[in-house]
């Protein structure tokens, strides 16, 4: 099972800041979910929304601010407590901090189509120049933007973001020529795994806080969890795979699974 930290480790640090994507690497966490809202100055930011309010306590759009004044920003407002001040920071500069990492699920937000066209243009330069097509996928809900992404290249992966039942996932992701169907935890079925497999697709579903869920979702076929808490999570499936090396002959995977205490998060 893959694990994918949510916007870096959401549930143990700062969202989308360079402090929780540190602490998720330190715990051996390589796979990343993160955000991107384009700034005044053009470049792709980590920012969940198009507004710095919630995160940072002060007030404007994303897009109001260059990206070194969203760098200067205290982005712990919302979420877990933080002792030293982290910023909004660019996608180049989490890039150039761990160039090692496995691979990235890059999720843009819905904006303007100007300020989207622009940010697709980013994206893609970003990936041809570093030659990210096989370690990057770029994501989205907005079908428009992912058109945009497979015309300027066919090679760059993409994928759906959808928890919506209708239209059928599956069905829309294939019409956008996706690789990616990152879907909703609660509506992801074992059908829509086996139709998404038989297409070629990746399964990814979002956001998985529980080691029970995530269990039934192995068990359903999915590909990898998006989860806030992904050090703890690691921990466990780390610690599953090693005590089944240590198993008598004729023991079972599911036995070793039934025998662990799983820590769940909330």
Not at 27 to 38: A, I, K, Q, S, Y
Not at 67 to 81: H, I, N, V
Not at 141 to 167: N, Y
Not at 185 to 211: F, P, Y
Request: aromatic fraction near 6%; glycine fraction near 6%.
């Amino acid at each position: 099972m893959i694990v994918y930290g949510h916007r870096g480790a959401k549930g143990e640090a700062p969202e989308n800041t360079l402090a929780g994507f540190t602490h998720a690497y330190r715990h051996g966490v390589r796979h990343f979910e993160l955000d991107l809202v384009l700034s005044k100055d053009g470049k792709p930011v980590i920012v969940h929304d198009l507004t710095v309010d919630r995160t940072t306590g002060q007030e404007g759009s994303v897009s109001s601010f260059t990206a070194e004044e969203l760098a200067g920003m205290d982005a712990r407002r919302s979420g877990t407590p933080w002792p030293r001040t982290v910023g909004i920071p660019s996608l180049e500069t989490l890039l150039n901090e761990y160039p090692d990492f496995e691979h990235l699920q890059l999720e843009v937000k819905k904006d303007s189509r100007q300020r989207l066209n622009i940010l697709c243009n980013r994206l893609i330069e970003v990936i041809q120049r570093r030659d990210l097509y096989n370690r990057v996928a770029i994501t989205s809900s907005d079908h428009w933007f992912l058109q945009q992404a497979r015309r300027r290249d066919t090679k760059v992966r993409i994928g759906l973001v959808t928890d919506r039942k209708f239209p059928k996932p599956v069905n829309a992701a294939a019409r956008l020529h996706c690789d990616f169907l990152c879907i909703g935890w609660r509506m992801c079925t074992e059908a829509i795994v086996n139709d998404a497999h038989r297409r070629g697709m990746h399964v990814s579903t979002w956001t998985v806080n529980r080691i029970h869920d995530m269990l039934q979702l192995e068990a359903k076929g999915v590909d990898s969890i998006i989860t806030d808490y992904p050090t703890s999570t690691r921990m466990y499936f780390d610690n599953r795979s090693k005590a089944a090396l240590h198993l008598p002959a004729g023991q079972n995977r599911a036995d070793s699974t039934q025998s662990e205490n799983p820590v769940q998060t909330v």
